[in-house]
């Protein structure tokens, strides 16, 4: 059969290094990880190698699968994953993303990790899920140095080691967290989870509406304790070989994170033992809310920056009424603007990763990481939203990947503290905490006289934090602001001039629309694409 027509303008496959990025790479060697670049690049080219994408493609394609019962009729709760969904995850544990910087005690160690989880989250996003669980448990467990002494050496493991068996027998365990009930969600504090004292440990009963990863080893988990809302770890199986009783109901059928299970449990009398003290169960736990919240952040950050390349490959391969699209002013001014939105977000996120672990700054990262989680996983849908429609028609079909990401980008916002929730929390953080009110501006204050757009702009956050009137119904814009603010002031003492000078134009200027793709005229779009695009 003759052809019917010549394939022409099409825009040819792209597989490139994910760690050519040159915001993330100055930020890597800025916030002290320059050594561990080698292996961003190793990870960055599987990422973005035809491997690479077709392990993150069939893993979402092909769904887990939720086996309540065995053939026979015996309980088993089991979780059946495609088999690259464990390549994957191989690849995150043995390459550190879970837990390396506690294994790994040497400065950078948490920007290292954190760069890592930027690029290969880029190959498939659902399963950093439980590699960031992991990662976040271990600071918790320690409040209980002899389950820590036990299974902190076996989460920093880098062998993957799948399956339901003993823990201590296992090469290497991942953890999850399971918080919140139908009554309550983000309010734990109205849980109803019971634990009551038994033997060594305690008896749970009750249910959790939303537990992620549910074939995860160990389980951080908050129940009503006779000394109130406590913190416990539980194992999926109990040290004498028996299964624990957590019973899986259902697995969630959710807008997108389709390779990563997400389910709804019960505690019929489920072992576990106290971690911390009786009636401190939200202290405890937080400090592993907050270590997921950098990896929001990260995923949204991750998106973003896929979403750029994707666009900027697009646009310049695509020709359109006598020119590259790449070339026509309009696409320019849209994809400078994603450009710059993506770049602030890397920015931020490997400054917040630098003060990880580091206690001299974890006043300025309590407020800092808030205001971050609420803005830059809040900007992620809209910036996803244009880099698809970048690609026209070509990016509303699952085959450019673009539909993927796109439902992928509300996720970050919604967990580890929805909109709401985070915003009210960095009141919470400025109120309980006013130490990291001063040292959230002494960051800003680095960059103070830089940028007069910038300096007004922190001129006008003082003002509003100088009143308390109606604070928690303006909640929203101020953390807005700050975070705004934040970005800007890195921006503008390490970004390129054009993109700092773009930002604090559009994001301070009042020359600014608002929708993506409005810079005001006089920025240097080219200058901008150039800098995204050159390692």
């Not at 990863?213 to 040290?239: E, I, K, N």
């Not at 922190?458 to 929203?476: G, K, N, P, Y």
């Not at 773009?502 to 006089?522: K, M, Q, Y």
Request: hydrophobic share 40%.
């Amino acid at each position: 059969m003759p052809d019917t027509h010549e394939v022409t303008n099409q825009v040819p496959p792209l597989v490139h290094d994910v760690a050519d990025d040159p915001a993330l790479l100055e930020g890597l060697r800025r916030e002290g990880a320059g050594w561990a670049e080698e292996e961003l690049h190793e990870l960055g080219r599987l990422a973005g190698s035809e491997q690479g994408q077709e392990w993150g493609r069939l893993a979402n394609e092909n769904p887990p699968k939720l086996r309540t019962h065995d053939r026979y009729g015996h309980r088993v709760d089991e979780v059946e994953f495609h088999p690259h969904w464990h390549d994957l995850m191989n690849v995150a544990v043995s390459h550190g993303l879970h837990a390396s910087p506690w294994r790994q005690d040497r400065p950078g160690a948490h920007v290292a990790r954190a760069a890592k989880v930027l690029v290969w989250n880029q190959a498939e996003p659902g399963h950093v899920c439980p590699i960031s669980m992991t990662y976040a448990a271990v600071p918790a467990l320690r409040h209980n140095p002899e389950l820590a002494a036990v299974y902190e050496p076996l989460l920093a493991s880098t062998e993957y080691d799948f399956g339901l068996r003993l823990p201590t027998t296992k090469r290497g365990l991942i953890a999850g967290m399971s918080m919140t009930e139908k009554q309550g969600g983000s309010d734990v504090r109205a849980n109803t989870t019971t634990a009551t004292p038994s033997g060594d440990g305690y008896l749970l009963t009750g249910h959790k509406w939303f537990t992620s990863a549910p074939m995860s080893d160990l389980f951080l988990t908050l129940a009503q304790a006779p000394g109130g809302l406590s913190c416990f770890l539980l194992p999926r199986v109990l040290p004498d070989g028996s299964r624990n009783r957590i019973f899986l109901q259902r697995l969630k059928d959710k807008l997108g994170n389709k390779s990563n299970a997400s389910s709804e449990i019960e505690y019929d009398g489920a072992v576990g033992w106290l971690i911390g003290e009786e009636g401190r169960g939200v202290p405890t736990i937080i400090e592993m809310v907050n270590n997921t919240r950098l990896d929001c952040v990260l995923g949204s950050t991750s998106l973003m920056r896929q979403g750029v390349v994707q666009a900027v490959h697009h646009a310049s391969h695509r020709r359109a009424f006598g020119a590259y699209l790449v070339d026509q002013p309009a696409m320019a001014n849209v994809l400078a603007d994603l450009v710059v939105e993506s770049e602030a977000a890397t920015t931020v996120a490997m400054r917040l990763a630098g003060a990880a672990g580091d206690p001299s700054q974890q006043a300025f990262r309590r407020l800092a990481l808030a205001a971050t989680k609420y803005w830059v996983c809040k900007r992620g849908p809209v910036h996803a939203a244009e880099a698809l429609e970048c690609l026209g028609g070509n990016g509303y079909v699952e085959d450019s990947g673009m539909p993927r990401l796109y439902r992928e980008a509300p996720l970050l916002s919604v967990w580890e503290g929805s909109g709401n929730v985070v915003a009210l929390d960095a009141l919470r953080a400025m109120s309980k905490q006013p130490e990291s009110v001063a040292a959230f501006f002494a960051e800003i204050g680095l960059a103070a006289g830089a940028d007069d757009r910038l300096d007004g702009a922190v001129a006008r956050l003082r003002t509003e934090l100088s009143s308390l009137d109606d604070i928690q119904f303006r909640a929203r814009r101020l953390v807005e602001t700050m975070a705004l603010v934040l970005q800007g002031a890195l921006l503008v003492r390490h970004a390129p001039h054009a993109v700092a000078d773009a930002f604090c134009a559009s994001r301070f200027g009042g020359d600014w629309g608002i929708a993506l793709g409005t810079l005001p005229t006089g920025v240097d779009t080219k200058a901008i694409l150039e800098h995204a695009l050159t390692a």
